[in-house]
């Protein structure tokens, strides 16, 4: 069991999908909650409430440098600082590079790299006088591969494994460590419903239509879901994962085992 009483995770992007995933498995642990994002805020609040952990909630937009800023003094103001952050806020477009629209690769690079970049150096000094901190930035295969029609979050991406090795190096002989974690394919429920699509227009079953979404990436033709995510945050964040440092761990499905 990881015990993260008196402790205070920051999620980014954690109303909804992996980000409320980890931050359930953070708060059964223990930890006080910062939620961050746009979903619905109230049930995000109300599932981790009956865990009997404090929570809050800061719409911080992580394009704005300030309202980041914001969030963070709202943290120390309430719990007094931030010992595990998680950069999971994302965003994604697809189209080639030669079309790709200028605004959406400000973006993407913006919410996907550039925010986790604001969040580590807000929260290392207060990890540093603490002599402990645990920043998790979830990446994605797409920070180890690329595919077509995805370049900025591909950028993004490697961006943001490249920035977990330098934050991991240079905190490598404190009680902080920096690591990503790489999923694959995710089972949120707007992958779900992008299931039920496909298996709607094709009239076949679910699971032929998760198969088929499957097919071409991911060898265990399974999903990760947000819960094993949150449980490997959990590993990370407990003595275990003392000397993991810089690593860019893979969950997906033998994705990049190919």
Not at 14 to 19: D, M, R, V, Y
Not at 150 to 160: E, M, N, R
Not at 184 to 209: K, S, Y
Request: charged residues 15%.
């Amino acid at each position: 069991m990881v015990n993260l009483h008196g402790k205070t995770a920051l999620v980014t992007g954690s109303t909804s999908g992996i980000g409320l995933g980890i931050a359930q498995a953070l708060a059964q642990a223990g930890a006080s909650i910062v939620l961050n994002g746009f979903g619905d805020v109230e049930a995000a609040l109300a599932s981790l409430r009956t865990m009997g952990v404090e929570v809050i909630h800061h719409p911080a937009d992580m394009r704005r440098p300030d309202e980041i800023e914001a969030m963070f003094a709202l943290a120390t103001e309430r719990f007094g600082g931030v010992d595990v952050l998680v950069n999971n806020a994302g965003i994604q477009h697809v189209s080639p590079v030669e079309d790709f629209p200028v605004q959406k690769w400000d973006d993407i690079l913006a919410i996907n790299l550039t925010s986790a970049f604001h969040t580590s150096r807000l929260a290392l000094p207060g990890m540093r006088a603490a002599n402990w901190g645990r920043i998790v930035n979830i990446a994605s295969v797409h920070g180890l591969v690329g595919s077509a029609g995805k370049s900025a979050y591909v950028a993004a991406k490697h961006g943001l494994v490249g920035l977990t090795k330098v934050t991991a190096l240079e905190t490598a002989a404190t009680g902080i460590t920096c690591n990503a974690i790489c999923p694959g394919f995710v089972l949120t429920p707007l992958v779900a419903a992008q299931i039920d699509a496909i298996a709607q227009r094709d009239a076949i079953t679910t699971d032929a239509a998760q198969a088929r979404l499957l097919s071409d990436k991911q060898p265990s033709g399974q999903f990760v879901t947000p819960e094993q995510l949150g449980n490997l945050v959990l590993m990370l964040c407990s003595p275990f994962g003392d000397q993991v440092r810089g690593a860019a761990w893979a969950m997906d499905g033998g994705w990049t085992a190919q």
